[in-house]
């Protein structure tokens, strides 16, 4: 059916409100994970979101907040952010939005009675109600082999296929001294200064873990001054062992750039800052290696530009996500609308980064609707050159954008 300007709207958002999404990146796991799958109102306060924004306003030493207990933290959190101020920041904004879409009455601001359905509810049911409620069709996990709770449950093989598994391999990459002890604990013969055949083990290593956990990619979360090709561990092991295994398994490489960890070492996971990469990199990996896939998703505002045009270059690289500081309506709204202008359909607009179950509620509500008035305006632009707009086509565009450019880049060969 061709569209009209008027119809083009409705059309959209309900394609938009209707589509099953692939989360391409997030902190969750399984139920079946323990205390690794957070979830509820008291770690949605405690989200690190708002303890950076609570710790602005709080006259504690940061010691005395993280000694209480995490129900007095959440406390702490609503009293500070939701009741001593308005809470408008999008972190706040977003706990008020689940609230919302769970049913809970908002305007009564009574965290007591919020917290008894948590207290009630089994978490299995919960799980089903928030893929369900957020039209989630599945969620890549952040999987860290290194991580012993986590390596655990793995051995045991605990499946979901609502999770999927991606290899992060931050430790190995960001922290080889301790990576290599590890390894050597478990019986491979690595050694620190790559003797022997170090290399050749490490990539023992990342196949059979990204078989176990049936990886659908390999990550790393970079600083900002990461730089490639350079003379470091970090270099060697991407060089020899990281591409090599992602290029024979034909699964990409996902580099999350941009962060300056623990800035403020004081706040813990809120103590993260920001930094302007250099895109160069990028742009060398992807040059240099065009049998290898990547995924790429940078911090700051002020690289979006030359990552998207690094995109018009290279086919074996895919942008994704709003990532952290930029999920915010204004910045995904911006780079969503250059990126639909530098490169069409063919982008992944965004991931949740969800790390409590419920914020996939929050982050894909809030960002749906930023995408589909980007859209909106994209599409009547189009009608407005005299081009017919088909439903069935907007459709087959927001499937992609929110699942299948990510699944297309995995069955890519190059
Ligand atoms: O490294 C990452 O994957 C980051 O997304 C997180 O570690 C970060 O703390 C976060 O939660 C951002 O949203
Ligand atoms: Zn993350």
Not at 197 to 213: N, S, V
Request: hydrophobic fraction near 40%; charge should be negative.
């Amino acid at each position: 059916m061709v569209l009209s300007e008027g119809e083009i709207k409705k059309t959209v958002y309900e394609a938009v409100e209707n589509v099953e999404i692939t989360d391409v990146h997030t902190h969750l796991y399984p139920p079946s994970f323990g205390n690794m799958l957070l979830w509820g109102i008291d770690e949605l306060l405690n989200y690190h979101y708002l303890v950076a924004e609570a710790m602005r306003w709080a006259d504690i030493p940061y010691q005395d907040f993280w000694a209480m207990s995490k129900r007095e933290q959440a406390d702490f959190i609503w009293k500070t952010l939701f009741v001593d101020n308005s809470p408008y920041s999008e972190a706040c904004r977003g706990v008020l939005t689940n609230l919302h879409k769970l049913g809970f009455d908002v305007a009564s601001r009574d965290l007591i009675k919020y917290r008894k359905y948590f207290d009630s509810v089994s978490l299995e049911e919960y799980v089903d109600r928030i893929f369900k409620e957020g039209r989630i069709k599945c969620v890549v996990m952040t999987n860290d082999p290194f991580n012993e709770e986590e390596r655990g449950y793995w051995l045991k093989g605990l499946k979901d296929s609502r999770f999927k598994g991606a290899l992060r391999l931050d430790v190995l990459l960001n922290n080889w001294p301790e990576a290599c002890a590890k390894l050597r604990q478990w019986g491979y013969e690595v050694s620190e200064d790559f003797s022997g055949d170090t290399a050749g083990q490490i990539r023992k290593f990342l196949r059979e873990w990204m078989d176990r956990i049936e990886a659908v990619y390999m990550a790393v979360s970079l600083p900002w001054d990461f730089a490639y090709p350079e003379d470091s561990p970090r270099s060697r092991i991407i060089e020899e062992c990281v591409l090599p295994v992602a290029g024979e398994l034909n699964k990409p490489f996902a580099l999350m750039i941009g962060v300056k960890r623990q800035l403020n070492p004081g706040l813990k996971d809120a103590g993260d800052g920001v930094g302007r990469a250099d895109v160069r990199a990028v742009e060398y990996l992807c040059s240099r290696y065009p049998h290898n896939k990547f995924m790429v998703t940078l911090l700051s505002r002020e690289n979006q530009h030359e990552l998207a045009v690094a995109a018009r270059k290279f086919r074996n690289l895919m942008p994704f996500g709003c990532w952290w500081f930029l999920n915010n309506p204004s910045l995904v709204d911006e780079i969503t609308r250059m990126r639909c202008e530098l490169l069409g359909v063919s982008f992944i607009p965004q991931h949740s980064d969800a790390r409590v179950l419920d914020q996939l509620i929050y982050k894909w509500e809030h960002s749906r609707k930023i995408i589909a008035d980007v859209l909106v305006d994209k599409y009547t632009d189009l009608a407005r050159t005299g081009w017919a707009i088909e439903s069935q086509e907007v459709r087959r565009d927001v499937e992609k954008l929110f699942g299948g450019n990510f699944w297309g880049f995995l069955e890519r060969k190059f």
